[in-house]
DNA sequence: AGTGGCAAAATCGTCCGACAGTCCGATTAT
DNA sequence: ATAATCGGACTGTCGGACGATTTTGCCACT
């Protein structure tokens, strides 16, 4: 039945070493910009060549946990950034082939709530970021690239004036996959672009107003508009093929 | 006012290596399982020493693009497992200080709508491991940290059945900081084991019977719980204080 | 005392070469 | 055909090396 023993994973040096230094920065003993000890000092403590350093250093470089600032020589204890780890949740949902569908609904879940909670909490600077996405959109609209990236920023602005961090790092990977859709479908549906303006505008307003519920609402109305110039577009696709 | 050159960042040699194999991997040129060349191989193609290889091909390694099946030497084209990815979120989360009332608020707006399509579209098979947690919890109730664990795994289990992996995917990483606060909680709050086992059962039964409606409202009643909960322990916490 | 400047020391990115342990494929033996 | 065997291919780790920059220590100067 059940095997008598499991097969022991073993660790490679640098798995071993990167967890090690990984498990200190979560625990805080390490903490966000303090410095790392030079990778021969390293390589010392751990009893290791440096080579072997560098590449447990690999590792938490990429997580975002270790990094350095612009121009200097040292690394330093780095709190990830929302930007690097959503990318790579976007990332592999992209290769997992999520279907529209399925970036739609977890839209409908997360979205709403945070324009709910941004016209509750939103600070004046964030006000003015969100205000400033929308009129880039409204500005840009003729470029559809812009347009696209814009309509990003009003979610990021969204989700960032809604004071919650788990709703916007859940939300950024997101904006990541919505992206290439949106900018299919913005070019064939010819009335996507009014709505999309109408619609920041409305939600703009409610957040700005601090009504919470009818920031919820137009936000819901929003993202099913998604929907509805998806399922149009693949109906032309359809007519077309 | 804006500088007239932006600071060109120096992309060292690993991490433009890193990037040339991730676009690839992401294009679908090299597809999951595909063997990647040696080492030595890569370096002759890139040109490059392998050390340096090695470091680039460890940034991969973490993202889970690359891995290797158990026991063999040669890396592999993988896709990145959600745990995998899930974990670097909540991690990143955890190290930004996030507050409970962050993570319920956005467990509020994921989890009943995840409940809410498990209800339409669970398998069998999900169906049993659902169940399998529920059951492990009853059995397990009085050990606290098999409790959590069987809380979270209901969690995880509900999300899997809801047939979307970017909720799916948004999802794990709130179980993983669901737990520690759990832990806590469950311990201090007389009523909460009870009241949980009490929830996954009705969570369960409309999940069973594909009443989509009460699914939601029972995980919503739920997750509320939790809260509540929270808002017990900490008055006792001050209380105490 | 504080500032500026400069040369030495430290550090990083990359490269080269090497070796033991292990996995894979082919060859040989049963 | 299957099992045992052997050599080659690779990975993990090591030691050393070198140019390019950054950091540091020190000294002169205001």
């Known amino acids: ?10 660790h ?16 805080r003993s390490l903490r966000a910009g303090d410095p790392l000890p030079s990778e021969m000092d390293l390589a010392r403590q751990f009893g290791v060549n440096r080579s072997t350093i560098r590449e447990a250093i690999r590792e938490l470089e990429t997580h975002g946990l270790l990094g350095r600032v612009r121009g200097e020589k040292r690394l330093r204890v780095t709190r990830p950034e929302p930007r690097r780890v959503s990318s790579g949740v976007s990332r592999a949902l992209a290769l997992h082939d999520v279907t529209f569908l399925e970036l ?4 409908m879940a997360i979205e709403p709530v945070a324009a709910q909670y941004a016209a509750a909490r939103r600070s004046p600077a964030q006000l003015q970021t969100l205000m400033r996405a929308a009129a880039r959109f409204k500005r840009e609209v003729a470029d559809t690239a812009a347009a696209v990236s814009a309509v990003v920023d009003f979610f990021t602005a969204v989700a960032a004036a809604s004071g919650n961090q788990v709703l916007a790092l859940s939300q950024a990977p997101l904006n990541l996959l919505l992206a290439p859709a949106l900018t299919r479908m913005i070019d064939r549906v010819p009335q ?3 709505r999309i303006q109408d619609a920041q505008g409305r939600i703009f307003e409610a957040i700005k107003l601090g009504r919470s519920e009818q920031a919820r ?8 508009d998604f929907k509805r110039g998806y399922d149009i577009d693949r109906q032309a696709s359809l007519v077309a093929g």
């Open 192 to 194: 996507a672009r009014a």
């Open 217 to 224: 609402t137009w936000m819901e109305k929003h993202i099913r």
């Open 104 to 107: 739609w609904e977890a839209m």
């Open 12 to 27: 490679p040096a640098y798995r071993q070493i990167a967890n090690v230094i990984e498990k200190r920065i979560v625990a």
């Open 1 to 10: 039945m059940t095997d008598l023993f499991a097969p022991l994973d073993d």
